[in-house]
C-alpha cells in the first residue's frame, strides 16, 4: 500500500466515521455518467470504459448495504443511448446482461427492471425477466436496473396503462376524469409500491437529470460528483451521503 492509498483509507473512514446513519437516504438513483471519457482519458475503448462502469456496480451496492440503504436505481441504458454506433450498443447490451445475470446470482439483491422492455432484443428481455423471477423473494435492496429507461416515456407508459386499465373496467372518459391524480398516475410508474428516490447522484460532472425519474424525483436531493463513474470510489459516495445528511428537506414546507 503507497501513502496515497493509506491517507485515502484514513480520509473515508474519518468520513464514515462522522456519517449520522439516522439520515441515510431509503432510495439512492445512480445516473452512471463517464464510462466513455473514463476509457478515453485512460487510452481505452468505449467497450472497455463501459465494462469498468459495470465492475464497479458490485462495488455501490456493498457501500449501499453498509449504510441501511433499502432501494437503488441504477441507470444503466437509457432510450437515447439507442442511437449509438451498433458497434459500441451491442457491446454495450451484452455487458448489461452479464450484469443483471451477476447481480441475480449474488443472492443479496433483489432485481427489478425499470424501462420499456418492448424497445429491447429478445435476449436482453429474456436475461431482465430471468433475474426478477429468480430474485423476487430475496429480502435484501431492491435494485432498479433501468435499462430502455426513459423519464418521459415511463409518464406516457403510467397514462397508457392508466388509460386500458380503466376501459377495460368501463370507466368513461368522465368517471376518469374526475378520479385522477397523481397517486393514481404513481401506481402505474415503473417504481410502483417503492418509495421515491430522496437522493440522485451523478457522476461526471454533468449537472442535469437527463431526464431520469422525473416524476418520483420531484423531491429529491441531487448530488453531483465530478469523478468519472469508474473511478467512483467509496468516499466519494460517503461524500454524498454526508451532503445528503447535512440539507434539510422541506418538502415545499
Not at 454495450?92 to 449474488?106: F, P, S
Not at 431482465?128 to 431492491?142: C, N, Y
Not at 429507461?149 to 368513461?172: F, M, N, P, W
Not at 430522496?198 to 431526464?211: H, K, M, Y
Amino acid at each position: 500500500m503507497n501513502v496515497r492509498d493509506l491517507v485515502y483509507g484514513l480520509y473515508a473512514r474519518r468520513v464514515e466515521e462522522r456519517l449520522d446513519h439516522s439520515q441515510v437516504p431509503k432510495h439512492i438513483g445512480v445516473i452512471l455518467d463517464g464510462n466513455r471519457r473514463w476509457a478515453k482519458a485512460s487510452g481505452g475503448s468505449a467497450v472497455q470504459g463501459h465494462q469498468a462502469g459495470a465492475d464497479k456496480i458490485s462495488e455501490l451496492l456493498g457501500w449501499c448495504s453498509e449504510t441501511e440503504v433499502e432501494v437503488v436505481t441504477l441507470w444503466l441504458l437509457s432510450t437515447d443511448n439507442f442511437d449509438r454506433p451498433e458497434a459500441e450498443l451491442v457491446p454495450l447490451l451484452g455487458i448489461i446482461e452479464n450484469t443483471v445475470r451477476r447481480l441475480a446470482a449474488d443472492g443479496r439483491w433483489r432485481v427489478h427492471h425499470v424501462g420499456t422492455l418492448d424497445l429491447l432484443p429478445a435476449r436482453t428481455q429474456t436475461v431482465l425477466k430471468e433475474a426478477e423471477e429468480a430474485t423476487a423473494g430475496t429480502e435484501g435492496i431492491i435494485v432498479n436496473v433501468a435499462v430502455g429507461y426513459g423519464g418521459r416515456q415511463e409518464i406516457a407508459d403510467a397514462v397508457r396503462s392508466l388509460l386500458l386499465e380503466h376501459s377495460a373496467k368501463g370507466t368513461t372518459f368522465e368517471e376518469l376524469a374526475e378520479v385522477v391524480s397523481t397517486d393514481l398516475i404513481s401506481e402505474h410508474l415503473y417504481t410502483r409500491g417503492q418509495p421515491d428516490p430522496d437522493l440522485v447522484i451523478r457522476t461526471s460532472g454533468e449537472q442535469r437529470l437527463s431526464g431520469f425519474m422525473l416524476w418520483q424525483s420531484a423531491h429529491s436531493e441531487y448530488y453531483f460528483c465530478e469523478v468519472f463513474w469508474p473511478a467512483f470510489r467509496k468516499v466519494d459516495f460517503l461524500r454524498a451521503l454526508r451532503d445528503y445528511a447535512a440539507r434539510h428537506r422541506r418538502y415545499g414546507t
